[in-house]
């Protein structure tokens, strides 16, 4: 699975976790840890801090029309619900 693809095309960069919650629509502990888990994957990278919170900016190349992916099965068949389009199931 494509980690980035968990980042919203239309957030601002950079961002916080309170930014990403607000995005998703989802409460910022869940938010927090999606940062947590993002940074391990190495899809967004700390820019710095706004006030106490760490700001973020997604690594180059993690944006799923920058990568150029598209959604397919485990055999790499093109999913029969997105063929020719960018994204994910």
């Known amino acids: 699975m494509d980690m980035c693809a968990f980042i919203p095309s239309a957030l601002a960069e ?22 947590y888990c993002l940074r391990l994957t190495s899809c967004i990278t700390p820019m710095g801090k706004r006030g106490n919170a ?10 799923l029309e920058e990568r ?8 790499g068949v093109p999913c029969p619900n997105h063929v020719g389009e960018l994204g994910a199931c």
């Open 14 to 35: 950079p961002f916080t976790s309170s930014d990403l919650a607000i995005a998703i629509a989802k409460p910022r502990s869940l938010a927090q840890k999606m940062v």
């Open 54 to 63: 760490i700001s973020y900016t997604r690594t180059p190349g993690c944006l």
């Open 68 to 75: 150029n992916l598209r959604c397919t099965d485990v055999d």
